[in-house]
């Protein structure tokens, strides 16, 4: 039987033995398995990942206004599978790469946020064209989107919350992720890389 601890007003983190420091609303315990909730669904894992359960301080979010995609006609259906060959040809996890998409578009290769970034990684315009890419095309979209993960990574790869570094970079810069020499203090930031995360560790289970 699961034991409920640690539930909080404005949530938690669970600090894990590689780094990762993962959001939750609140964790159980039964003997050596911890599982993690949020959001309605749940992580479980070995409880000796677990270093420490840290109190989150409750900070009441600002209403920001959600702009729907925007669908433009150029772009294409993604077909088959392109995540598990993509993240082969540059030596990421799929995992990875999925929670990334997801987090980005949802799977939506005609998404188009405010700001102009474009399909299912979400690129903008000029990273793209440095890429090589057209943004339009899925398989195009997803393999620059790696490439460019696998770039965040590598610049990262000496710092012990790598993951964590390279997907704040991913969404908000490097310049933002080395200027507070970790992810930012940004809230959108933050909560990317908690989705992310999550999701990432969700998928490896």
Do not use: C, W
């Not at 433009?72 to 999925?98: C, Q």
């Not at 997907?167 to 930012?184: C, F, L, M, T």
């Amino acid at each position: 039987m699961f034991l409920l601890t640690g539930s909080a007003y404005g949530g938690e983190f669970a600090v894990l033995t590689n780094g990762f420091r993962l959001h939750t609303d609140h964790h159980e315990i039964a003997a050596d398995r911890v599982r993690l909730y949020e959001n309605g669904g749940f992580s479980e894992m070995a409880a000796s990942d677990v270093v420490v359960f840290e109190t989150e301080e409750f900070v009441a979010p600002k209403p920001a206004p959600v702009a729907p995609p925007v669908l433009t006609a150029k772009a294409e259906i993604p077909k088959g599978d392109m995540y598990s060959e993509t993240a082969r040809r540059h030596g990421l996890p799929e995992a990875l790469v999925r929670s990334i998409v997801k987090a980005e578009s949802n799977g939506n290769a005609r998404a188009v946020s405010p700001k102009g970034a474009i399909g299912l990684m979400q690129l903008m315009p000029a990273t793209a064209k440095q890429l090589g890419a057209d943004p339009y095309i899925p398989e195009q979209n997803v393999d620059a989107g790696t490439r460019y993960l696998k770039v965040l990574l590598a610049r990262y790869e000496d710092k012990d919350d790598q993951v964590a570094r390279a997907v704040a970079a991913y969404n908000a810069g490097p310049g933002a992720v080395d200027k507070y020499k970790g992810v930012p203090p940004y809230r959108e930031t933050q909560t990317y890389v908690r989705r992310v995360l999550n999701n990432y560790i969700k998928t490896l289970k």
